[in-house]
């Protein structure tokens, strides 16, 4: 059994990684840190893990984290790069769920995370944790970045697309909904259940973090700066990402082709589900499963494409990639532990 | 007092529509009309309305409707059609808040509703009901084709910039959200709280009813033909539509200017709410009410331009707009029953 | 025109007090104070109220609360005993939408609140302002305790059972269940979306606030002390208080007498609507409006009655309530400003 | 591997059998049937199963049937009793997921579901499947009636202290809390999401067909015939069951020795979690999984004792301990393919 230990758990990354891997069959929990919880058991703070773990909260401190063959951050922004140095050099592997190494550009990260960066350099050697992509280099890596939410619904969309030049990559525009949970488990006024159950609204117009990440991740992709109108939006449920992708095509397409050709392009992604042409994903057809979920449209056979893509935001969005990049950084079985169905209804 | 007549009275702008009767200092109403639920009590069916109308379902008769100074046809497509010559030529006016008189162009009305006309000439004298464009019109109308929930909201975000000739009116994206009651109070297995709550998913991508009107209503406006995709979700809340709109400026633009022109194209017209630049309006803060606000953004100030409007579907969708347009017709005060409060939280 | 203040503006019950008032025929918001919020207009923070206030929140100095006729204070508990001295000498009226002034007991009250009374003298001479009890004395008063949620619904269920001495006072019990805007505005945990929307729980099965307040009122109706089990749930919607209650009868009971007692004790009062026997109300048949709905069930013809009691928290349980006392203490009509229709659906 | 067949997949416990058994380790669904879907793909219908299953609806023939191990009916209530005979008699075991098979006394079943018993030998022949009374019966069994949801719920609640005699049996409360999945997936209005969304009510007050099942099988524990006031209630949720039990105390007790009760009583139960004392049990920490969650509160050391019990109702409440039953009869390890971890948040 490799060990692994999760800093940060009272978040719902941390209680989500609790849950994927209560059940994992090579890896056990040593440890999961959280100062202002340590010394209570994790079952006191969350009922649902009574009886599957016996583990108390503890202090973040290395020599604890040390005795892990991997380390999860389940932080916010600006804590996992403060000591994911000292752990790689002790030979940790490390995954951090935030967003402090999923840039290229370092200064880029600073103008929108507003911090300095604490160790460029591991940004620089970490690896974008999208499999879909990263496969082997995510195997290869000690330091993976845990991509956005937002993030891997819109790639696993648009990848196929980019990589082919179908589109014009200058006018990209990803229309995305989120659930509540996206925004944690912090006690926000906006997060209230009477605040955000039965409305909908868009929010970050103007610029969310999660733009430049997209859009570094598709200019990569594209060979050239792609152009991207992001929108994401606030949906009344708890888990879910549904993005609307459009985009134009340069030229005239059979939509059985690109239907086999995305089919092709994630044969071998097995947490990837292509859906028939024309097919509507919803998003409770992935809730609580690593699934992404994709479909093709092209309405009214015009010069535009809509691509759906449907994913849990704290599974493929967050834990389950996370779990998923374990499993290749730590050699084992791709789909361990993450072979979980749905729960629908 | 105004006699009015709701036909079609037990779906969910039937009820609406009761709602707002039933506090309208000018109108009465004097029937309504459900032949599944002839003989029943309102209240029985409603408990909401107990103690505010002493009023039995009828059957649709004409000697019924015939005593009203108005009829509301709350009744799905192809029912109004059928009963409207026969009022209007006695003199009752009639608003449709169905789509049989939505449309100028009668063959594309019955491609996309699958039925003949029953009365096309009627459908050509029809005004269609959006007081921000036919004010006038409709004040001059007899029957009124009340606007769709979808192209409500749309127009209403899209038309200063359509009027001014700012957009690139062939690439226009419409990515609308809606609340559950816009499927109506159908038992359809799609509808029910195990499917539709949390849970999101695009439906109708490959071509929706309201695409074709409000093509139709732009086009009118620029005068030309307009390019629009349009992709309608379902969120699982109760009431709302949340329109997000995406247009290609056709040149540089000062937002302030635009955000000027926005407040003075709807000066005179109270139900809409140009919020200040860079809003994000929820769907809550229209809940029950008629108001549709607007809100303007240019994100990283690039070339498209990012359009919100939200209303509650019920009411600026369809039972509010109603009587709106029924205040037109019957020369009452434009806001007659209509100044109730949203109900947020 | 009379003028009314209000206390602490930024909660659930402030801004449900500012929804009634804007609609109210006699009453002007002349001041809205909240420490955090002092200069932002309303409308900034309640998008659902622009257009109708023009109004900035202020400091709470006694020298703008002096100015009102009648001050509400929708502060948390323990704030109003501090000023209302003060205002009550200079001639202002006060209703306290908090427990300040709700006990008889002051002791009882300081167990329960876990702070000394600031002036216990006004507690004892405050009127219980439950208008179906003291609707007199809340004419006279100059102080007024508005009633907690809960203990509105459970009283108007159970009152006429007591006063005709129809029950076993010793062995009732009142399993109650709330939306989650009962908790507040405040940014709690267990108040977010993801933490109380698609589940239920029991809470406070110990003993809950609300528990020593029903029993008094209830004690002082039956002339004994009573003997109650209270049990208060978080159900997953925003508003609403839906009480089930269960009494032991003393003897044998024609149900339609009963039946017709309830609605001649209710008869003179408008915001009670004791429905058909062996109703079921929802609690969105009374959403956003001051009505209170009762009905009667004797299951299988036992000696265990069920009485059902459906309110929406933030009105008839709280703001609505308040402008109803505000009404009789200000000698206007007593239905003024409160004949809101329920949303529905 | 056991192989299984399921009549009826079309409801909500149907495609929860097959989302529990898609993991189950020895045993494979050999056939599921629909007459509606005949011929249709089980993952056309449910998206959720995609890759899961390749498997079509078929019609339910006694010789698809008779291939099976074992088969569920997950059909409406009056539907298996017709069909189990046949394939009892060929050596096929039985689970009905519905009421035919629940009552001792077939009179009193006859009178609740309306309609003559098809098999009133076989009703006495059946073992209810309460593993956590009949663990031992159901293991011999070839017909188990898989029990209902609020009788597991209350049944689980209140049986150690009716076994050891500690309460009034004559004065029983079960007030009971449902999310809307238990009104199955028929196209029915009052399970509409806007009907039953943000909103609660108690239904069937006058009498529930649980509450018979609940009185049977409580007075076989008792010994006597037990006295029971059951109210069910539907919140606003998919999946959960909340029972909130009342019972009067015979004499004093010590909380402490009835809680080492309570573990004792359970202990060899896996699926039952006695919560600590004064514990409040959410739905949504037993979502997704077969287990019952349990709380005992006495509320200001009084004589009355609140029991509170939460269940997943489509888990526990039907399809999970369906499962449990089938391990059970199936000789295999009791806990197979039930180690399923709730889903929260």
């Known amino acids: 059994m490799k060990k692994v230990a999760i800093v940060g758990g009272t978040g719902y990354t941390g209680?989500?990684?609790?849950?994927?891997?209560?059940?994992?069959?090579?890896?056990?929990?040593?440890?999961?840190?959280?100062?202002?919880?340590?010394?209570?058991?994790?079952?006191?703070?969350?009922?649902?893990?009574?009886?599957?773990?016996?583990?108390?909260?503890?202090?973040?401190?290395?020599e604890i984290l040390g005795q892990a063959d991997l380390v999860f951050f389940a932080t916010p922004n600006g804590v996992a790069m403060k000591q994911t140095r000292e752990l790689v050099d002790a030979g940790v592997k490390v995954i951090d769920l935030a967003a402090d190494f999923?840039?290229?550009?370092?200064?880029?990260?600073?103008?929108?995370?507003?911090?300095?960066?604490?160790?460029?350099?591991?940004?620089?050697?970490?690896?974008?944790?999208?499999?879909?992509?990263?496969?082997?280099?995510?195997?290869?890596?000690?330091?993976?970045?845990?991509?956005?939410?937002?993030?891997?619904?819109?790639?696993i969309g648009l990848l196929p697309l980019i990589e082919q030049n179908l589109i014009d990559t200058q006018n990209i525009i990803a229309d995305c909904k989120s659930g509540v949970s996206g925004a944690g488990r912090g006690a926000a006024v906006g997060s209230l259940m009477c605040e955000a159950a039965d409305s909908f609204k868009a929010?970050?117009?103007?610029?969310?973090?999660?733009?430049p990440e997209i859009k570094e991740r598709l200019s990569v992709c594209a060979g050239e700066s792609v152009g991207l109108t992001f929108v994401p939006h606030l949906t009344p449920m708890i888990r879910g990402i549904h993005a609307t992708m459009y985009a134009k095509l340069q030229g005239p397409i059979d939509m059985n082709e690109l239907q086999a050709a995305y089919e092709a392009r994630y044969a071998d992604h097995p947490f990837v589900d292509v859906m028939p042409l024309g097919s509507h994903p919803e998003t409770r057809s992935v809730r609580g499963s690593n699934i992404c979920r994709v479909a093709l449209h092209q309405p009214q056979?015009?010069?535009?494409?809509?691509?759906?893509?449907?994913?849990?935001?704290?599974?493929?969005g967050a834990a389950g990639q996370a779990v998923h990049n374990m499993n290749l950084m730590l050699g084992l079985e791709e789909k361990a532990g993450l072979e979980i169905m749905p729960l629908s209804p």
């Open 102 to 155: 999923r840039f290229d550009d370092v200064d880029e990260w600073s103008k929108w995370y507003g911090m300095d960066h604490a160790c460029a350099d591991l940004m620089v050697e970490a690896v974008y944790g999208l499999p879909e992509v990263n496969k082997q280099a995510v195997q290869a890596a000690r330091l993976v970045a845990n991509p956005g939410c937002y993030p891997t619904a819109v790639q």
């Open 301 to 316: 056979g015009g010069d535009t494409l809509v691509i759906l893509s449907a994913i849990d935001n704290l599974v493929k």
């Open 203 to 211: 929010y970050a117009v103007a610029g969310h973090r999660h733009l």
């Open 15 to 62: 209680v989500e990684l609790l849950r994927l891997l209560a059940r994992h069959p090579e890896v056990e929990v040593c440890a999961i840190t959280s100062r202002s919880e340590a010394g209570r058991q994790v079952s006191d703070i969350y009922p649902s893990l009574r009886g599957e773990f016996d583990l108390a909260f503890t202090e973040p401190t290395n």
